[in-house]
């Protein structure tokens, strides 16, 4: 669960810095923003520290995490997708990390989630603050595009983990 720290973390964090230096959303939205992403680091940074503590419950931790994450990503991109265009890629971080540890059947069911949950949100969004009330069809073309990119990376990642598990295996 550290890999979520390391990596995905910061990305998250240049990511809304990104967002909010070059676009500048109002400051309710950007102390939320910042309030999300510090309590998603605290959170993050807890259970991967403390989950041998609790090694019986450690496959559950990082359940709980990795759904802790995609809420966190949902948050984010809630607050900040009007501003900042890239901030979807925040929705691969939970299916990502999942790869690391789940079976793929998991990790297909927790981007599929993703994927459902980002597009759902372009739709809210696009109806309380788009013209026409709605989604036109190039808005659904990049939300689906994102979505199945979503999917694929995220598979991708599992296959990736699990190669390295059998190479690892194969040379003990």
């Excluded at 939205?29 to 259970?47: E, G, H, R």
């Excluded at 969004?125 to 694929?152: C, D, K, N, P, T």
Aim: proline share 3%; aromatic share 20%.
């Amino acid at each position: 669960m550290h890999i979520l720290n390391y990596y995905f973390t910061p990305f998250a964090v240049v990511l809304i810095l990104f967002a909010i230096f070059f676009s500048e959303p109002e400051p309710a939205v950007t102390y939320a923003s910042f309030a999300i992403l510090a309590a998603a680091f605290i959170t993050n940074y807890w259970l991967g520290k403390n989950i041998y503590r609790f090694l019986r419950w450690s496959r559950h931790i990082r359940a709980l995490t990795v759904w802790v994450n995609l809420a966190v990503s949902a948050a984010l991109f809630y607050l900040l997708s009007a501003y900042w265009a890239p901030v979807w890629l925040l929705f691969l971080t939970a299916p990502s990390a999942s790869a690391m540890f789940m079976k793929k059947w998991q990790v297909f069911l927790i981007a599929l989630a993703s994927s459902v949950i980002m597009v759902f949100l372009y739709y809210v969004r696009s109806l309380a603050y788009g013209e026409g009330g709605g989604m036109g069809a190039q808005l659904w073309g990049m939300a689906l595009s994102q979505a199945v990119f979503i999917m694929f990376f995220s598979m991708f990642t599992a296959a990736m983990a699990e190669m390295i598990v059998k190479v690892r295996d194969s040379q003990r």
